[in-house]
C-alpha cells in the first residue's frame, strides 16, 4: 500500500524539514563557490582553475551516469545542442572566472544570479512566452539593482572592477542561453548527467586554449588549501550538488525549491564579507536585495502554466 507521501502530487507536497535543510546547504554551497575561487588564485590562475574544475568534475559525471545505468553515450538526437550548449558553457566561465580576477567575491556573486534576468527576456523574445506584470516588474527590479550595485561609490572600484563586474555579467547572459538552448532542443528529455557531461566535456579544450592565450602557468605547486578547493569545485560543486537538486525536483515541486536559490547571493556576499574582508555597504546590501526581490518576481510561478527555471543547472523543469 503506497504511503500518503507518495501519492500527493509533487506541486501540491509541501517541502519537508529534510528538504529544506538540504536546499539551505545547496545554497550555502553554491554561495561559497566565488569565494573559492578567489581563495586559489594565489596558486592557481583563473582560466587554470576553471579548466581543472571541468576535467575533475567529468569522470564524476560518468560514473554517476554508469551507477545510475544511464547510457550517455547512446545516440539520441542530442549531438548538435549538447555541442553548442559546451561552447557557450565553456565560454561562460571564461568570463566569469576572468572577471573574479577583477572584481570581488560578493559582486561577482550577485552579478551571476541575474541569469534568470536573461532567460525571462530570451523566453519573451525567441520562445514566445508571455510576462506577467508582476515578472516584468521584477525585471525592473532587477535591472535597478544590477545598475545601482555596479555604480556603488566604493573606495576600491575603479575601471578594472567595472570591467569584471561586466564580464560576469555577461557569463550570466551565457548561462542564461545555455538554459533557453536546452528548453528549446531536444536536450530537455536527455538525463541530466548527459546535458551536463556535454558542457562538462566541451569546455575543457575551451577553457584550457583560454589558459593557454592568458599565458596562465603554475608557478609553484598548489598548497594543500588550493588544491582542496579545487576538489570542492570540481566534485562537489559540478559533480555532486547538481544532481543533488535533480533528485529534490523528481519529489518537490520545483517552484517552490527555486525560491530557496534567490538566497544564494546573501550567501555569498557573507561568506566573501567574513572569510575574504570584502566590503560590502549598505548600499550595496539593498542593490542585492533589489536582485533577489526582482529574481523572486520573475521566477514566481502563475496558479495556472508557470514553467520554472533552474539557472544552476542551465535545464527547465516541466
Not at 12 to 30: H, I, T
Not at 161 to 181: E, I, K, Q, R, Y
Request: aromatic share 10%.
Amino acid at each position: 500500500m503506497a504511503s500518503e507521501q507518495s501519492v500527493i502530487p509533487s506541486a501540491e507536497r509541501p517541502l519537508s524539514p529534510g528538504a529544506v535543510a538540504l536546499m539551505l546547504m545547496l545554497c550555502l554551497s553554491w554561495g561559497l563557490t566565488q569565494v573559492a575561487v578567489k581563495l586559489a588564485l594565489p596558486d592557481i590562475p583563473p582560466m587554470l582553475q576553471a579548466t581543472t574544475r571541468s576535467v575533475g568534475a567529468l569522470p564524476v559525471l560518468l560514473l554517476i551516469a554508469r551507477l545510475r545505468g544511464v547510457k550517455i553515450f547512446a545516440a539520441d538526437g542530442t549531438l548538435g545542442a549538447g555541442l553548442f550548449a559546451g561552447v557557450l558553457f565553456g565560454f561562460e566561465f571564461v568570463l566569469i572566472y576572468g572577471g573574479l580576477l577583477l572584481t570581488s567575491a560578493s559582486r561577482a556573486v550577485v552579478f551571476l544570479y541575474t541569469v534568470p534576468f536573461f532567460v525571462a527576456l530570451g523566453s519573451y523574445q525567441f520562445l514566445g512566452e508571455r510576462l506577467r506584470a508582476s515578472q516584468w516588474g521584477g525585471l525592473g527590479l532587477s535591472f535597478a539593482g544590477v545598475a545601482l550595485a555596479i555604480g556603488v561609490p566604493q573606495a576600491n572600484v575603479d575601471a578594472n572592477v567595472l570591467l569584471g563586474d561586466l564580464m560576469v555579467v555577461g557569463g550570466g547572459a551565457l548561462w542564461a542561453a545555455t538554459t533557453l538552448l536546452v528548453k528549446a532542443t531536444p536536450l530537455r528529455w536527455a538525463p541530466p548527467e548527459k546535458v551536463l557531461g556535454y558542457q562538462v566535456a566541451v569546455s575543457i579544450p575551451i577553457l584550457g586554449v583560454a589558459a593557454w592565450l592568458s599565458g596562465e602557468t603554475l608557478t609553484r605547486v598548489p598548497g594543500p588549501l588550493a588544491l582542496s578547493l579545487m576538489v570542492y569545485q570540481a566534485v562537489w560543486v559540478v559533480g555532486l550538488t547538481f544532481l543533488l537538486w535533480f533528485t529534490l525536483v523528481k519529489t518537490y515541486s520545483a517552484s517552490k525549491l527555486s525560491a530557496f536559490t534567490f538566497i544564494t547571493p546573501l550567501f555569498g556576499g557573507v561568506a566573501s564579507y567574513l572569510i575574504l574582508h570584502d566590503t560590502l555597504t549598505v548600499a550595496f546590501g539593498v542593490a542585492a536585495l533589489l536582485v533577489i526581490a526582482g529574481l523572486y518576481l520573475v521566477n514566481r510561478p502563475s496558479p495556472v502554466d508557470a514553467v520554472p527555471i533552474d539557472p544552476l543547472l542551465n535545464v527547465t523543469k516541466t
